[in-house]
Nanobody, 126 residues
Framework: QVQLVESGGGQVQPGESLRLSCVVS????????????FGWVRQAPGKEREGVLC??????YYQPSVRGRFSMSRDNVKNVVYLQMNNLEPEDSGVYYC?????????????????WGQGTQVAVSS
């Protein structure tokens, strides 16, 4: 079993940046973080969940509205996956979830992951 814990959310003004972190723990002995597809999913109030970004093996899937502003990175030593969000817009507000299905692909894109974190809240407003 794998546990995902997000942090780094908060309230910011339009145009500002945030970096979300997702700590991966549990039964990770069988894989390297770089080998696994991880995704970020968000859910705005009253709306359904939508895939934000998924990355694996050099291939990245983007929600069109975040292309050029959001990016993912990983720290294999710390077992952390990051979501860097720049030039934030009010439409980016919502709860952000880290997710994976522990496969060497983004086949779960956009939201069909087996493992989810509890989410971290992002609010963008002036």
């Amino acid at each position: 079993q794998v546990q995902l814990v997000e942090s780094g959310g908060g309230q910011v003004q339009p145009g500002e940046s945030l970096r979300l972190s997702c700590v991966v723990s549990g039964d990770t002995s069988g894989f390297n973080l770089d080998d696994i597809g991880f995704g970020w999913v968000r859910q705005a109030p009253g709306k359904e969940r939508e895939g934000v970004l998924c990355n694996n093996d050099g291939l990245t899937y983007y929600q069109p509205s975040v292309r050029g502003r959001f990016s993912m990175s990983r720290d294999n030593v710390k077992n952390v996956v990051y979501l860097q969000m720049n030039n934030l817009e009010p439409e980016d507000s919502g709860v952000y979830y880290c997710a994976t299905d522990l496969r060497r692909s983004c086949s779960a894109w956009p939201i069909n992951y087996r493992h989810w974190g509890q989410g971290t809240q992002v609010a963008v407003s002036s």
